[in-house]
């Protein structure tokens, strides 16, 4: 099992629909947590960067941690074609210098 | 917006030249990081960077090598570049305590 496990998709979704997008992971050890956006041939955009368990809101965008069921969840409000793009989830353990990603959701908003 | 900058963009190079991908930032983030990514796939941590004169290898076994004699600079070298290193390179910074920012990518072909 991989430490974190995130569905590949493709996730089809019409415009203006809530899209939710998800991350489970299997190492409590994990405290900080980000989403990332990536168009294709791009690099990754950060979107969203969260510490404690809860919810935090930015835009259209909401980013909700349950470490006690060591799963994270990324909200997309009245999703546009323009969101189209390939999600990924990132976790840190604290202390450590490296990242731990998710291999990425790809999402697509049809017009 | 972040602040780290991956030149060249694009690169095509023929098959037994050495080549150098540089990366720059300007936020003073002591870890840099190198990333391997093929079209659709997962992203492979090549080479990372605590500070300067620190490198590590990462997961993936890369015939690359990596210098920090900068804070701000994080270049990475291919001696003799090969088809099968046809890739995109990311390179990324990360600040304190945790959000790591992507450079734009190179996008290498070896003829």
């Known amino acids: 099992q991989k430490e974190v496990e995130q569905d590949p998709g493709p996730l089809s979704v019409p415009e203006g629909a809530i899209v939710s997008l998800n991350c489970t992971y299997s190492?409590?050890?994990?405290?900080?947590f980000m989403w990332y956006r990536q168009y294709s041939r791009k690099g990754p955009e950060l979107l969203m960067y969260?510490?404690?368990?809860g919810n935090k809101e930015d835009g259209r965008f909401t980013a909700q941690v349950d470490k006690s069921s060591k799963y994270i969840s990324l909200f997309i409000r009245d999703s546009q074609p323009s969101d189209s793009a390939t999600y990924l989830c990132?976790?840190?353990?604290?202390?450590?210098?490296?990242?731990?990603f998710g291999k990425g959701t790809m999402l697509l908003v049809s017009p | 917006e972040a602040d780290i900058y991956q030149t060249p963009r694009y690169l095509v190079i023929g098959t037994g030249k050495k080549i150098t991908l540089e990366c720059s930032q300007t936020?003073?983030?002591?870890?840099m990081y190198w990333y391997q990514q093929d079209p659709g796939m997962e992203l492979h941590l090549i080479h990372y960077?605590?500070?300067?004169?620190?490198?590590e290898k990462g997961d993936l076994s890369s015939e690359s090598t990596v210098s920090r004699i900068r804070t701000e600079h994080f270049p990475l070298t291919l001696e003799s570049a090969r088809p099968s290193h046809t890739s995109q390179y990311l390179c990324?910074?990360?600040?304190?305590?945790?959000?790591?920012?992507f450079g734009q990518g190179t996008r290498l072909t070896v003829v």
């Open positions: 990324a910074s990360r600040g304190q305590p945790a959000e790591a920012f």
């Open positions: 190492n409590s050890a994990f405290q900080y």
């Open positions: 969260t510490y404690s368990s």
């Open positions: 990132a976790m840190i353990i604290p202390g450590y210098s490296t990242l731990t």
């Open positions: 936020m003073g983030h002591d870890k």
């Open positions: 960077s605590y500070g300067v004169n620190s490198t």
